[in-house]
């Protein structure tokens, strides 16, 4: 069972179930499930026609087995989702973690299960069609042969038509499968009567084309057209779901755990879905690393080009943080794991690429809503143009033929494949290029961003930030400002603590350890108040800052450097620099932006001087500049442009961005960044690079113009086609060919976002 919480409401309030969902065929299922569900209090769905899938967020009052009642009450076939997301498929032979096995990749079946019924149909139907059109090929009594040849396709090639119409029609509803089963029986029976009425109506060779009324060529022509359509259909989508099925199937399979044995520690081969957190594996030159951790022993390059998308291996020593499915590339490492199964990257990139495969664009809201009523309108124009026909000609084979074009053009299925596969397509594409989209609102989001808010450190900057100098303010020497200060530091996460504290190795260890975000941090080192962070920290603290002090830092800062305030027992000791470097990139990226019509904006806690300086490097304007901004007001200045009317989109990767990325329009996380930013954001791009944020928000506009482009061309080709069918312009086998066609298309369509970025 799949039960995951819902991010948006509380834990106890509601959950999210994802079922299983078999028997859809067109928009109109779709529309069905989603308004039997939605008939629950409290409940809210979201269904998927090519997966096959449904997303439901349930309140705490309604039971799974209520959900799948619900479904299988309709007349479809639900079930909960068997396996979690994790890093692959459980075992040789299960479905992969996703859900999406090949029976969940076509509806009305696979390809495999398609292809009997298709060949069976295209080899009967031929003659009956050559029989039927050629008068030279006519022989006394041919009718009989067509009816013999066409039985067998209008009744088993088709069957999964008339099953689906069948089930329908016992809970007095209707779908695509109603309209071509309506069709193709309303044809063969029609036909039937007719040969039974007069058996000597084929006794005789030479007729012309028109000069008989059996259509047993239109019912099996019109069934093996849809079944070739539903054919190409299953193969396409299933290469549209290929990019996620293969990101989870990234993983190693194996890992080498050592053991304790005998008082020794030795190599042992275990599965890698076993591992625990703190387990410690070996990992050799050309292995998969088989979990999220950190290097205890050794030295390495990693290629994780597989998850970030970026082709630069990235050295990697002790302490350094790996992610499962890179891979190790030269040296031997030994590793510690820190997320095992479901909470692995790999194992969350999976999730939120389903989620937003299995969501809905708020665009794809009106294909729903026509599908709801668009069956049962078809139904009543196909009667209306009957006997249209009938009475303002009287030609009952003409209103006949008129009347199956009307049922078999106006196939909704193109509707409801229109949303879907896009979005299935462009979201694996994007997990390929490590490029993750968190839900279908988030293509709409992209379209309207005007403005990019940029955090400097670790966005546009690479946010490894190194002692450039010690000013020394104070009685003590400058070794020990710089010892003290890596001291007190060495307890805080920030890059900026990182550095201090990576210049002054062995320094000695700290007490009464507080931080203050944005501000600065304090401890006890060897008896010793130790106070280092920004000016305001330390006048909250009650130190004194002197004008020749504020001169120093000033000098600092106009040489492009971060400076840090180190204050020891009550009085400045010194400043410490560091210079950071801007991203090789991050210029061509900005560029880029601006070309994708967005105004970029750098936002930084650090100071005017070293902003624009970094500013000036990239092509950001002085005046697009904001600097010495604390982390709660990183909010109020993305508040403050979304006042001033722009659509912002902004793109960080520490803690105190999480707030802003929240506030965003559109929030962007760097992938490098951490938990909590990634989880506050709407794209996530797991590389390091700014080039990614603007290829991220060009793969969601592609995605959402492929979705218009889709739907534009499903309406169009109703539109059109029913009103042609019926004047009497369309012949059935002609609209069958043209619906299947319509399908196949659109799915074509959409696979061309597989080539995006290459």
């Known amino acids: 069972m799949t039960t995951t919480p819902d991010t948006t409401e509380t834990a106890s309030a509601t959950r999210v179930v994802e079922l299983d969902i078999q028997g859809m065929t067109c928009a109109s299922c779709v529309g069905r499930v989603e308004r039997k569900l939605g008939k629950l209090s409290g409940v809210e769905a979201s269904v998927n026609l090519p997966l096959?899938?449904?997303?439901?967020?349930?309140?705490?009052?309604?039971?799974?087995?209520?959900?799948?009642?619900?479904?299988?009450?309709?007349?479809?076939?639900?079930?909960?989702?068997?396996?979690?997301?994790?890093?692959?498929?459980?075992?040789?032979?299960?479905?992969?973690?996703?859900?999406?096995?090949?029976?969940?990749?076509?509806?009305?079946?696979?390809?495999?299960?398609?292809?009997?019924?298709?060949?069976?149909?295209?080899?009967?139907?031929?003659?009956?069609?050559?029989?039927?059109?050629?008068?030279?090929?006519?022989?006394?009594?041919?009718?009989?042969?067509?009816?013999?040849?066409?039985?067998?396709?209008?009744?088993?090639?088709?069957?999964?038509?008339?099953?689906?119409?069948?089930?329908?029609?016992?809970?007095?509803?209707?779908?695509?499968?109603?309209?071509?089963?309506?069709?193709?029986?309303?044809?063969?029976?029609?036909?039937?009567?007719?040969?039974?009425?007069?058996?000597?109506?084929?006794?005789?060779?030479?007729?012309?084309?028109?000069?008989?009324?059996?259509?047993?060529?239109?019912?099996?022509?019109?069934?093996?057209?849809?079944?070739?359509?539903?054919?190409?259909?299953?193969?396409?989508?299933?290469?549209?779901?290929?990019?996620?099925?293969?990101?989870?199937?990234?993983?190693?399979?194996?890992?080498?755990?050592?053991?304790?044995?005998?008082?020794?520690?030795?190599?042992?081969?275990?599965?890698?879905?076993?591992?625990?957190?703190?387990?410690e594996f070996v990992v050799r030159p050309g292995e998969k690393i088989a979990t999220d951790g950190f290097v205890v022993e050794g030295r390495s390059a990693v290629d994780s080009s597989l998850i970030t998308g970026e082709s630069v291996p990235v050295e990697v020593g002790p302490d350094s943080t790996v992610t499962g499915a890179t891979i190790n590339t030269s040296g031997r490492l030994i590793i510690r794991a820190t997320r095992v199964g479901s909470e692995t990257t790999l194992a969350q990139m999976g999730r939120l690429v389903s989620q937003a495969q299995s969501g809905k664009a708020p665009i794809a809201r009106l294909a729903d809503r026509i599908s709801a009523v668009f069956v049962p309108v078809v139904l009543v124009i196909a009667v209306l143009t009957f006997v249209a026909w009938l009475v303002f000609s009287g030609d009952i084979e003409a209103a006949f033929t008129a009347a199956v074009a009307v049922l078999v053009i106006a196939c909704p299925c193109a509707l409801g494949l229109a949303t879907p596969t896009a979005l299935l397509t462009g979201t694996g594409r994007g997990a390929q290029l490590g490029i993750l989209i968190r839900g279908p609102q988030v293509l709409e989001d992209t379209r309207t961003v005007d403005t990019i808010v940029l955090d400097k450190t670790g966005t546009v900057t690479s946010g490894r930030l190194s002692v450039t100098d010690v000013v020394v303010l104070g009685p003590h020497s400058r070794e020990d400002v710089l010892s003290l200060a890596a001291a007190v530091e060495s307890a805080s996460e920030h890059p900026i603590a990182q550095a201090i504290a990576a210049a002054a190795p062995g320094h000695q260890p700290v007490s009464d350890f507080i931080s203050s975000a944005g501000g600065g941090v304090r401890g006890t080192v060897d008896g010793s108040m130790v106070l280092a962070g920004r000016a305001g920290w330390l006048e909250e603290n009650d130190v004194d800052i002197t004008a020749a002090h504020r001169?120093?830092?000033?000098?600092?800062?106009?040489?492009?450097?971060?400076?840090?305030?180190?204050?020891?027992?009550?009085?400045?000791?010194?400043?410490?620099?560091?210079?950071?470097?801007?991203?090789?990139?991050?210029?061509?990226?900005?560029?880029?932006?601006?070309?994708?019509?967005?105004?970029?904006?750098?936002?930084?806690?650090?100071?005017?001087?070293?902003?624009?300086?970094?500013?000036?490097?990239?092509?950001?304007?002085?005046?697009?500049?904001?600097?010495?901004?604390?982390?709660?007001?990183?909010?109020?200045?993305?508040?403050?442009?979304?006042?001033?009317?722009?659509?912002?989109?902004?793109?960080?990767?520490?803690?105190?961005?999480?707030?802003?990325?929240?506030?965003?329009?559109?929030?962007?996380?760097?992938?490098?960044?951490?938990?909590?930013?990634?989880?506050?954001?709407?794209?996530?791009?797991?590389?390091?690079?700014?080039?990614?944020?603007?290829?991220?928000?060009?793969?969601?506009?592609?995605?959402?113009?492929?979705?218009?482009?889709?739907?534009?061309?499903?309406?169009?080709?109703?539109?059109?086609?029913?009103?042609?069918?019926?004047?009497?312009?369309?012949?059935?086998?002609?609209a069958g060919a043209a619906m299947a066609a319509s399908s196949v298309l659109v799915v074509a369509n959409s696979l061309r976002l597989r080539r995006f970025g290459k």
Do not use: C
Not at 177 to 189: E, F, K, R
Not at 212 to 237: I, S
């Open 551 to 734: 001169s120093a830092l000033a000098a600092e800062q106009e040489a492009g450097s971060t400076a840090i305030w180190v204050a020891v027992n009550g009085e400045v000791a010194g400043l410490i620099s560091l210079q950071d470097t801007v991203k090789e990139s991050s210029a061509a990226a900005i560029e880029r932006l601006k070309q994708l019509g967005l105004r970029p904006m750098l936002l930084t806690g650090d100071n005017a001087a070293v902003a624009r300086k970094i500013a000036a490097e990239v092509g950001i304007a002085p005046e697009d500049v904001m600097a010495d901004v604390l982390p709660e007001g990183k909010v109020d200045a993305v508040k403050r442009l979304q006042a001033e009317g722009a659509t912002v989109a902004m793109a960080g990767d520490g803690v105190n961005d999480a707030a802003a990325l929240a506030q965003a329009d559109l929030g962007i996380a760097m992938g490098s960044g951490t938990d909590v930013a990634i989880e506050a954001a709407d794209l996530t791009v797991m590389g390091n690079s700014l080039e990614q944020v603007a290829q991220a928000i060009e793969l969601s506009r592609k995605t959402l113009g492929t979705i218009k482009t889709n739907l534009f061309w499903a309406f169009f080709y109703n539109t059109i086609g029913i009103p042609i069918a019926a004047l009497g312009l369309l012949n059935p086998m002609v």
């Open 52 to 279: 096959e899938s449904a997303r439901v967020t349930v309140p705490a009052h309604i039971s799974d087995e209520d959900i799948v009642n619900t479904v299988n009450a309709t007349g479809y076939t639900a079930q909960l989702k068997k396996s979690p997301h994790g890093p692959g498929p459980s075992s040789e032979g299960e479905p992969a973690a996703d859900g999406m096995d090949h029976d969940h990749m076509s509806h009305g079946g696979t390809a495999s299960q398609l292809r009997p019924r298709l060949i069976t149909a295209a080899i009967l139907t031929v003659p009956v069609f050559l029989i039927s059109m050629i008068p030279a090929l006519q022989f006394p009594h041919w009718g009989w042969v067509g009816l013999a040849l066409s039985t067998p396709v209008v009744t088993w090639s088709a069957w999964s038509f008339h099953k689906a119409a069948a089930i329908n029609a016992r809970h007095f509803s209707s779908t695509m499968d109603t309209l071509v089963s309506i069709g193709v029986t309303a044809a063969y029976l029609f036909s039937l009567g007719q040969l039974l009425a007069d058996p000597m109506v084929t006794a005789h060779v030479g007729m012309d084309m028109g000069g008989h009324a059996l259509y047993f060529e239109v019912a099996a022509v019109v069934v093996t057209f849809l079944l070739l359509g539903r054919y190409l259909e299953a193969n396409a989508k299933q290469r549209a779901g290929d990019a996620l099925k293969s990101l989870l199937n990234l993983g190693a399979k194996d890992a080498t755990v050592l053991r304790q044995q005998g008082g020794e520690r030795v190599e042992v081969k275990v599965p890698a879905s076993s591992l625990v957190h703190g387990d």
